[in-house]
């Protein structure tokens, strides 16, 4: 049984990094063909895809957002790690890290998410 | 990378049927078998409803299926239910690993 969750600061000053931690189980980041995805939703807004990261250290990022993200792995923990530099109120959102389904770019099981408040 | 165009809501009554379509490029939607939806109630977990166009996870119930016409995909539910009420997303793969969700469509069983 896969599952995920994520960790990390409630609050963020505008300015700050903020670090997010998705710790899994059900599956092994040193298997081939396995990722792990990070996916936002602002409050009333949309979906949007963060970063992804494969078993082989290949990562992928949203572009508009590549200069201020960095996906991490530690396969010994189970855990991915995302930081985001320059938090901004706009960053305001729940933050999902999620398992994809081999290699067809969806994605099959989700944290419940944390919710991330951008603030002064 | 804009995102790919969903209706903003749609609605149907208990038994019927609706679809909600997905508009992306020739980048995206059109290039790839690799379309999926999800379902998402406020305050849950997104999940994953079809994947690759078309194909449905298991303990997906068959009243939901997916299609594609070039740039356009659909997701159908037919026999409306009123737990189907949710938020729904499409996505797809956009190129060199990268990923684009729809605007998202708010489905109102009557």
Sequence with gaps: ?120 | QSALTQPASVSGSPGQSITISCSGTSSDVGSYNLVSWYQHHPGNAPKLMIYEDNKRPSGVSNRFSGSKSGNTASLTISGLQAEDEADYYCCSYAGSSTVIFGGGTKLTVL
């Design chain 1, 1 to 120: 049984q896969i599952t995920l969750k994520e960790s990390g600061p409630t609050l963020v000053k505008p300015t700050q990094t903020l670090t997010l931690t998705c710790t899994f189980s059900g599956f092994s980041l040193s298997t081939s063909g396995v990722g792990v995805g990070w996916i936002r939703q602002p409050p009333g807004k949309a979906l949007e895809w963060l970063a992804l990261i494969y078993w082989n250290d290949d990562k992928r990022y949203r572009p508009s957002l590549k200069s201020r993200l960095t996906i991490t792995k530690d396969t010994s923990k189970n855990q991915v790690v995302l930081t985001m530099t320059n938090m901004d109120p706009v960053d305001t959102a729940t933050y999902y890290c999620a398992h994809p389904r081999g290699l067809t770019y969806s994605f099959d099981m989700w944290g419940q998410g944390t919710m991330v408040t951008v603030s002064s």
